[in-house]
């Protein structure tokens, strides 16, 4: 290839990720800023000296800092029980631990009313008196809404630890104690930051659990749902929004300014794991006590599904399916996969086509369209939703199922395209210059060797896409009316009419239907796709 050819190629490649780069800002940025024109200083004042928004801000910080520390300390003694110990059956913990991130985040406010709430299985049967309304209600529910994500972050972290330095510490004659504290905390200490970062966000942005629980006790996104929905008041939504977005975009910059810059291609030996029976006993029981819990709040839904009236008539009988479907549940489910597929796809074709042009073509754009790709990070879902309300209402996809699925392709496209974006950086970076070498092209390398490789990346891109169209409730919320509601959103309709056994059988249908997924993901790694990583010559 000439120069001139080239440069020429070079040119085209810079423009399509400019291309790129100007649909994330359109999508992303362009709504962003449309809410923050929205507001007004009369309406900003309003909002902001009203007793009811201090209050809110107030709850909403305290729940996030007590439920965060519980969640990432919960989630760090879980991840040293199943990587620094013998425990058997770590796969089959590691799967029960996530269960509540396959629901939706009000179903999991829902179960604690179902097991503990006045008339709950538990408080029956144990004769309980404490009300789980308030702040230790929210508290709770967000524990077990959130810890789930800083489980998976700090186990990966642990299972990927080199034991070489713990080793070499050993025989130096280094006590637990100092190999703990030289070692293991200033490994841990990166990845532990932004798994209180990321579990916070996601704690002080969720209306799920708060709406169900809160009572009185009011949290900011409650609000803004309150005075979006309730009121249609979309100028102090704004306010409120961009309050919502400190913690979001704080978390963004440090997460993105704080990646370890460490060569991490090399494959690091098993950390060693002495025998301790004491040590094995207590995470045999902390894993056992935590995937039992886990195990009674999905089986609640399942209770309570197939109960005639709770808890007037514990008689089994399948009436509560017909009738959930009869009252628009079909429909709606139908609805849900529709967008969770065709988000699934879009995202997935998206996510592929620009990590390959941010991680295989490098020029002074790439890193530019990098942190386009991630900036959907730092924007909650409910915020997302009122930006695109705001800035799509007299469009013709206002009102439709194209605006939804636009909406949570955007909401949800930065972790799919990071695992697209990583799985290709580790790819052998002269690929396309040994083509160009031998007279390959380069659409020959992507088609016959980046993209089998990225098989299994991909799909598991796929599935994450899915489950989280079928949970969510936070930026579709706001977009949705009659005709193109997901069956997410019935949860809340369901407990406006007290039709709790209702809302039960949605929350076990999006349960099932993300097990099946998942099932089928992990089924096809295994059956299909090599599960090593990939090291192409």
Request: aromatic share 12%.
């Amino acid at each position: 290839m000439t120069a001139l050819a080239k440069k020429r190629s070079s040119v085209r490649l810079d423009l399509v990720k400019l291309l790129l780069a100007i649909i994330f800002i359109l999508l992303c940025l362009l709504p962003l800023a449309r809410m923050l024109f929205f507001i007004d200083k009369e309406t900003l004042t309003k909002v902001v000296s009203s007793e009811s928004f201090g209050k809110s801000v107030l709850n909403t910080l305290l729940v996030g800092v007590t439920a965060t520390a519980i969640s990432v300390t919960l989630a760090l003694l879980l991840s040293f029980s199943l990587q620094r110990t013998k425990v058997r059956g770590k796969s089959a913990f590691s799967m029960i631990f996530c269960l509540p991130m396959l629901i939706p985040s009000i179903s999991i406010g829902w179960g604690m009313v179902i097991l503990f709430g006045t008339n709950g299985v538990l408080t029956r049967l144990f004769s309980l008196e404490n009300s789980i309304y308030g702040f230790w209600g929210i508290v709770i529910g967000s524990v077990i809404y959130a810890f789930p994500v800083a489980f998976l972050m700090l186990n990966d972290v642990l299972k990927y630890e080199d034991g070489l330095p713990y080793e070499a510490a050993e025989v130096l004659g280094f006590s637990k104690w100092r190999r703990t504290c030289a070692i293991t905390i200033p490994y841990l200490k990166r990845p532990l930051i932004s798994a209180i970062f990321a579990t916070f966000t996601m704690i002080v942005t969720d209306y799920g659990v708060p709406l169900v629980l809160g009572g009185k006790f009011k949290t900011m996104p409650v609000l803004l749902y309150e005075n979006v929905t309730g009121s249609l008041d979309f100028a102090a939504g704004s306010v409120i929004g961009v309050f919502l977005l400190v913690p979001a975009v704080v978390a963004f910059l440090f997460d993105l300014f704080s990646k370890s810059k460490g060569n991490t291609s090399f494959v690091p030996k098993p950390m060693p794991i002495n025998k301790d029976k004491i040590r094995d006993a207590a995470a045999y029981l902390l894993c056992g006590a935590v995937a039992l819990a886990s195990l009674i709040f999905a089986a609640s839904f399942l209770f309570l599904a197939i109960v005639k009236k709770y808890p007037r008539d514990l008689s089994v009988t399948f009436d509560n399916f017909v009738r959930t479907f009869e009252l628009g549940g079909s429909e709606y489910l139908v609805n849900s996969l529709i967008i969770a597929l065709c988000t699934s796809v879009l995202g997935v074709v998206v996510a592929f086509i620009t990590a390959y042009f941010t991680a295989r073509v490098s020029s002074k754009t790439s890193r530019f369209l990098h942190l386009m790709s991630i900036t959907s990070l730092a924007i909650p879902g409910m915020v997302l939703g009122l930006s695109y309300s705001l800035t799509f209402n007299k469009t013709p996809i206002y009102g439709t199922i194209a605006i939804l699925i636009l909406v949570n392709t955007m909401h949800f496209f930065a972790s799919p395209y990071l695992m697209a974006y990583n799985s290709m950086s580790k790819m052998n970076e002269n690929l396309e210059n040994v083509g160009e070498t031998i007279g390959v092209s380069r659409w020959r390398i992507i088609k016959d060797v980046i993209l089998p490789q990225s098989r299994s990346t991909l799909i598991e891109a796929f599935a994450y896409f899915f489950v989280n169209c079928m949970m969510t409730i936070s930026a579709v919320s706001i977009l949705t009316n009659t005709s193109t509601k997901p069956i997410s959103l019935m949860i809340n309709q369901f407990e406006a009419h007290m039709a709790i056994e209702c809302a039960a059988v949605v929350s076990l249908l999006i349960l099932v239907i993300n097990l099946l997924m998942k099932g089928t993901v992990l089924f096809c790694q295994k059956r299909f796709f090599d599960r090593k990583p990939n090291n192409t010559p």
